[in-house]
């Protein structure tokens, strides 16, 4: 299984995430570029010591909004989009490849990971730019969401996700932020399910149901420093359940 | 002999520099990368524009100052400016890529073009971040400058430039702007200097001294049809001299 | 009746809006404040001739998002586009002041405008912040809309604009882009339309029937010469009518 | 003895300044405005809360540079220079008012208040911009600058600063920062120096002299914990040493 987490998301004098205890125990770590966080100087450390641990390293590309933290949709034309997502991915890249590593997928963030998932423009303008960069990359993103079609359709790899402390409703989706228990906060409750969900593929839903959950990457948080603690016991328990914790891609 | 000028150098809803025109003179282009000039989009099409033409793609790498175009000296720590161009540079490259041609050479804009040229830790910034991302790079600047040692250093080819319209002084610098006579705006002087430039290698003075200029391109204005015209006239006189107008590298 | 023009629209180097030109026809100035175009020293010169003309000024108010000239609608939440709003209008109307003169009325400008015009939330928080900063501002926008409403309810004057080269449906909607005949080219017709909108309240629809306009300023263009040429004979074709061309506020 | 510290320093996502604790114990309120921290939802929210405790709010104006802080020296034109600080501080006055207070003051920030301190032609533009706005706002700076010359000759009143967690030399200059001792620790001892300079006038410099400070505000920090911590300590002392802690400028 593979664990992934935003990182580098300050920008200039603003940090944000806990880079470096991050690729302590993620797998993959999803790179903002610079349009709605990520300075060039932060991306090459994190990529740096990415490489180091061998950390696969994923471009977290999103709107030009860095006021937004690139939250707030925005009706892009479709080669205005793709344009933006090529330039923030070869970006990365490039920067990536100085450090001794490559980008090895592409992750939308924010509000273009939920516009990607429902409008086929925002997602062929996606999947359009990173086949054009490299067929060889993946795209990682919520099963069944029109990004997951269009880059099939261009011959990208597609690896899902899923939210280890998000609620499922009965027929795989996510319970809505803001309705009851759709967010789980117990760090044990968090753990538990993805020890499930990586060894039997199922998650109880909401109703009690059992759902199953294809997914070959769990997204963690990183944001605070209890985020990163609870991201800490799933890998450990994870290891103890005798499952391997690795990248989705080969690095290195 | 080389014609470099100023490409892509509009934002989104602006524009600036006449791009189709100048490719079909230019031998290189220097495609602005978006930090003080140049929209992902622009830049996916001048680069397939160049492509199409055989002409030469050249990153031509800023300050990140939108509202100053570049021009304003900024006090950059080398670590943060090497990562900015290394950014810059790596977007274009990526793009260009995907449109069918390669950055073959970084050209520094506006205030980074003069400190880079003054400046050691501005100039070692630079050079650091092309030799980091490819050794096989060109830098297009200013004969004796310290970007040509810090760049030589690192095992750059260095490419020196000259100013058509510009005066120069015995010793072979510019006159300074503001000086009066300094800039040339006779079309016939200046496609007659660049002939001479060309042909001998070199100019006469200001000061009516012949001096010797050893460029290896010469670097044209595309931001009004006045200077594109001169610009065409330039080659056309070249090319009725029987110099070669071609890229500094070979291109395709 | 009173003519409004888009103005300041530059960035930096970037020029688009023929300013100068513009101020000797139009009544009211919408001047771009920072967040889609208009950079400071701009805003400032522009000011600093509107008042020397007697030329009333409005805050051109937009989202921000210089790449995409605020033409992209954005989903702000409506505390943050109204602190946004309320940010550019008190920018802007400070700039007046120390240029004589102070600002009128505020325009939202092209995505803003029409999500103002139909969107309940953004068009209750630019007015919320216009009134939060003074209730004897007027707001100009298009009749019948969301903004309308939402201005009128906090107590602001709503001035209703038309446009003069815009085909409008039987019930007085404007023709949508695209559509056949949607936008009027010919000088002479939008002239014409001028002089009857303005005399008799009515335009001739794209059906043929009579429509009533109820406008007080009609809304012209001026990015292009060719635009700045129409404007100028509309003012010209108004005055020969015997209509009085000027700001609908007293200004100075 | 006024109390000043840097409020709003955040941006959209991003924070950096304890603002609540801050406007706890500071008397004076340097807010962001945009430009290189400080997006218009937190200066409005800034402000209700400073008007609600009667802390006096100053516009920290600074370069557009958001990637730098504000702490890299930008080459500015004056005109561009004024323009910029003239739009900032006029956007946080009138989000101020809307908040039930004014700006009272201008303190520029990071590279801005140092090359206003040296460079008459920035010093000029920051001074031309207050007055032009309102020559009943005060000036915050290093005492003896060219700030404090610039702003005096406009007849703006100038409020020089002492910081406590520095060290003088002899002559009452600051020991330049990365020299051993030049910045001061120890808590105890920050807060001794504060009940000394505000009871006495003086500070042990460097060498052991008596050296006299002429402060009539105290710069604190509060971007970490700890930083608030030390000027709630230093609040309590001076009040117990019997000093009133209060603005400078007389608010609502």
């Known amino acids: ?17 806990e880079d470096a205890a991050l690729l302590d125990f993620v797998t993959s770590a999803n790179v903002a570029c610079g349009f709605h966080a ?15 641990k061998g950390v696969s390293v994923g471009a977290q590309v999103g709107y030009r909004d860095l006021a937004g933290f690139g939250r707030r949709y925005i009706a892009y034309e479709p080669a205005e989009l793709a344009a933006d997502v090529l330039y923030q991915l070869a970006a ?3 920067i990536a490849r100085t450090a ?5 997928y592409v992750k939308p963030h924010g509000a273009l990971y939920h516009a990607a998932a429902q409008d086929p423009g925002q997602a ?11 067929t060889g990359l993946a795209v990682l993103t919520l099963p069944g969401s029109r990004l997951m079609d269009a880059a099939t359709q261009k ?4 690896v899902p996700e899923a939210f280890l402390d998000r609620a499922y409703t009965a027929t795989g989706g996510l319970v809505p932020r803001g309705q009851p228990g759709a967010v789980i906060h117990d760090a044990a409750e968090v753990t538990a399910r993805a020890v499930r969900m990586a060894g039997e593929g199922t998650v109880v839903a909401a109703d009690g149901s059992v759902v199953r959950v294809a997914a070959e990457s769990f997204c963690l948080h990183g944001d605070t420093p209890a985020a990163v603690d609870v991201g800490r016991r799933v890998r ?5 359940a005798g499952i391997t914790v690795e990248p989705f ?4």
């Open 38 to 52: 990520g300075d060039p100087l932060t991306m090459r450390s994190v990529c740096a010591l990415a490489a180091a």
């Open 249 to 252: 891609v080969t690095v290195g």
């Open 100 to 104: 001794g590593t490559r980008v090895r």
């Open 124 to 134: 062929g303008a996606v999947a359009e730019a990173v086949a054009a960069y490299d």
């Open 236 to 240: 450990a328990a994870l290891e103890e």
């Open 155 to 158: 011959g990208l790899r597609c």
């Open 92 to 94: 990365l890249d490039g």
């Open 1 to 17: 299984m593979d664990l992934n987490a935003d990182l580098a998301e300050g920008f200039g004098r603003w940090h944000l995430t």
